[in-house]
């Protein structure tokens, strides 16, 4: 033990000594996750731009998910909400979920195996259980489902999802939504475990409460102060929780780096946005280029893609092969 001194011969040596710096090995890593697992949302309705790869036929949705899977993506979105094929067809009203997921997932499975993860939506049918067929069948392994959904809707069906082994996506497009998912979902004990949310927000909104009510981001600061709110609400929850972040509306590249600096899994794709940039009007051309772009920062950014087995331990599935 070094031998005490007086303040002013203590003060004399540490001037003798200045070096303005301490060590820099002083300073610790950041715990920020190796891994980061990428979904895409092929579906080709962000709203923007015409390119001939927006996919809206099945035929397209099977490329762009190849593309994509072929180039690391842990996962594939699918939804045919609002799309209507080059043949005029609605597909979320005119062919039965299970019939046109299989369209998409049949050839994609033949090809890639178990090698992406099939997220799937569950809202569009006549009947509950039509709904719920894409989980039922063994279709889907992670639906999305809305906190803020009709609670006699969202309540059957996490539950479903979850008999079915399928993970419950709980979807919040604003703050007030984690609170609606903590009373609805965790106080009733309904959802336990290992937890996976997916953050969608910063889309405008027609009506004052819609079943996708969100947050206004307009500038960097509002995005930011927005998502680390809710990621902190979501972590109050559980510290755990596997945390995806959309990259949605005119936020989009801006949203990915910070989820990808916050050690967040992100999902990007044109189905939530088409503008390349939130300061321009130029579009994204592909679900290809939304992917690389992605993969490039979070190499930048010193992570990695995880795999879809990586992303099934993240959430609580298991290996899947057949």
Sequence with gaps: MTQPVSLWEAAAHEMENYAFVSDPELQPKWDVPAKIAINVAVAGRAGVGDSSAYPVDIEEYIDSASEVIEAGAAG????????????????????????????????????????????????????FEECMSPAVSGLAEVAPCAAGHPEEFVIPAVKTLTANGVSPEIVVHSSGEIEFAKRRLFDTGIVTGQTNWIVLYGLPVDVGRTLISGAWVTDTRSMATHLMLMVDQIRQIDPNAAITVCNAGRA????????????????????????????????????????????????????????????RTQIGLSARRA
């Design 76 to 127: 594939v979105h699918i939804d045919f909400t609002w799309v209507t094929d080059s043949k005029g067809r609605r597909l979320d009203k005119d062919l039965p979920p299970t019939e046109a997921y299989g369209l998409v997932l049949d050839p994609l499975r033949k090809r890639f195996g178990d090698d992406f993860v099939s997220n799937l939506n569950v809202l569009n049918g006549k009947t």
């Design 252 to 311: 989009n590249l801006y949203i990915t780096t910070l989820a990808t600096m916050m050690g967040l899994n992100i999902r990007v794709g044109l189905e939530d946005s088409g503008w390349k940039h939130p300061n321009s009007d130029e579009t994204t051309t592909s679900n290809l280029e939304l992917f690389t772009r992605a993969k490039t920062i979070a190499a930048e950014l010193g992570r990695v893609p995880a795999s879809a087995d990586d992303y």
